[in-house]
């Protein structure tokens, strides 16, 4: 997990040479797919806080939607993945302070993993209790990766938007100026005019179109 997820806590390592190789081609092939489930995950947790907040009409008006969703997503984040946690693992590591349980979760969620503080570290009984506490863990630490990532997609997602939006706005403005310009440009009248090709061949060309007109030599002669 400490490998996949690249927390790499340093309190487990391989020592031997294929422990090692084994490390490296686990980690080269897993991390990719383990991310790629990462991703995954925190899109499907969007989808669902979304359908969430419609249902229970929590965001009114256009301008402060994005806001309040972050600042939502934010404190239920909060709340699911650091506040409780945090009690739960303070009451089980019982040499930890609050403090201490809040700072092992902030640094495996976002994947720092200094190792000085590990969760789970002394409970080397093997009993169901030691059992179910890693396997907890684990799907805690997969679930608040992948919340993480949900913060930085939708954090992405709002400025792409808006470069979007300024990126529109600029352009129809320099097309408003350029058309306004080109409006105020009079328009430029060519004269027609016989070329002495056309006198010889009893033709004359026409500026506007380009295309031959008949040409009366009997006017010509007149004149």
């Known amino acids: ?26 980690g080269f092939f897993g991390i990719p797919l383990c991310f790629f489930n990462l ?3 925190g899109e499907k947790m969007g ?3 979304n359908f969430v907040l419609v249902k229970c009409n929590c965001i009114r008006g256009k301008r402060l939607r994005l806001f309040q969703k972050v600042i939502i997503l934010v404190l239920v984040g909060q709340l699911v993945f650091f506040f ?8 089980i590591e019982q040499t930890w302070s609050y403090l201490d349980a809040y700072y092992f979760i902030f640094v495996t969620i976002a994947t720092i993993g200094f190792g000085d503080l590990v969760a789970g570290k002394n409970a080397e009984s093997g009993g169901i209790f030691s059992h179910a506490y890693r396997v907890s863990f684990y799907l805690w630490c997969l679930f608040g990766i992948s ?6 997609h939708t954090i992405v997602e709002s400025l792409q938007k808006k470069s979007d939006q300024w990126e529109k706005n600029i352009s129809e403005a320099i097309a408003r100026k350029r058309s306004h310009r080109f409006a105020e440009e009079p328009e430029i009248v060519e004269p027609k005019l016989k070329t002495r090709g056309s006198q010889r061949f009893g033709r004359c ?3 506007k179109d380009k ?5 009366d030599h009997a006017e010509q002669s007149e004149l």
């Open 147 to 152: 919340y993480i990532t949900l913060i930085i």
């Open 211 to 215: 295309s031959p007109v008949p040409y």
């Open 39 to 41: 991703v995954v995950i």
């Open 1 to 26: 997990m400490t490998v996949l997820t690249t927390i790499g806590y340093g309190h487990f390592v391989p020592h031997t040479w294929g422990g090692k190789l084994f490390t490296i081609f686990y």
């Open 205 to 207: 060309w026409n500026s």
């Open 84 to 91: 409780l946690p945090s009690l739960i693992i303070q009451q």
């Open 47 to 49: 989808r669902a806080f």
